[in-house]
């Protein structure tokens, strides 16, 4: 797959959309800012008659900001939960080169349904179908035991659409950049890094850019991305 996926993101209208996001922020109260740069002045030719992409991306934000309000991240610092789905579009956009309006909205979504009181109905009616498709293919089932979830995310990672893969990337790179709980032995750290790298080993070829940032990631664990063994069943993440 190209590593500039997509081409040429449309609006609604089939208009080239050019804007990228340019930079994210966050703090105590999760008060946010997005600001998008939009070039080649094609603001003007988008129809006022229908919400543009960027004013869509925008309303993720919105949107994810509210749904994870009252949640804290499992790093040491507890820093607000809202840091991490912007800390996934952003990587995207800035550092994978990634301005489909789509994959962007997923990034910021993708938590909703998983971690809070969120149905994929409600995504689709805010968001579309397309966006609510690629949010329930990086939707872990919360009914399934976390050592299960865990091996379905590995044999399924290579059967996800090429935007899922994007999100995935950027997830994963995202949580193995954060420090650790304070709690973790360096056992669990390191299963948890291998665990990473039997995911990401099936999302590769997706964004050459965002893989090489996880090879050095990985690396400095002494760990790389590898399929996983032969019927691999998953660990247990309080082991």
């Not at 509210?66 to 990587?91: E, F, L, M, T």
């Not at 349904?113 to 690629?134: A, P, W």
Request: aromatic letters at 6%; glycine letters at 8%.
């Amino acid at each position: 797959m190209d590593s500039n996926y997509p081409p040429e993101p449309m609006d609604d209208e089939g208009y080239p959309l050019k804007c990228k996001l340019a930079g994210v922020g966050g703090g105590i109260i999760a008060v946010i800012a997005i600001l998008f740069v939009c070039h080649n002045g094609m603001v003007g030719s988008i129809h006022t008659t229908k919400m543009t992409s960027m004013a869509k991306v925008i309303k993720a934000v919105d949107f994810a900001a509210k749904k994870h309000r009252d949640q804290r991240r499992w790093g040491p610092d507890k820093a607000p939960y809202i840091n991490h789905p912007i800390g996934v579009a952003n990587i995207l956009a800035n550092e994978g080169g990634i301005d489909d309006p789509i994959v962007l909205q997923a990034a910021l979504l993708h938590d909703t349904v998983e971690d809070t009181e969120t149905s994929l109905d409600e995504i689709e009616q805010e968001f579309g179908k397309i966006v609510r498709d690629v949010v329930d293919e990086v939707t872990d089932q919360k009914d399934l035991p976390s050592k299960e979830r865990k091996r379905l995310q590995v044999i399924n990672a290579p059967k996800k659409s090429p935007r899922a893969k994007l999100v995935k990337l950027a997830d994963k790179l995202h949580n193995l950049r954060q420090s650790p709980p304070a709690d973790w032995t360096e056992e669990r750290i390191k299963q948890y890094f291998v665990w990473s790298s039997y995911v990401l080993h099936g999302v590769k070829g997706t964004n050459e850019a965002l893989e090489t940032k996880i090879d050095e990631v990985l690396g400095a664990r002494g760990v790389k991305m590898a399929p996983p063994p032969e019927n691999y069943q998953g660990y247990d993440k309080y082991a």
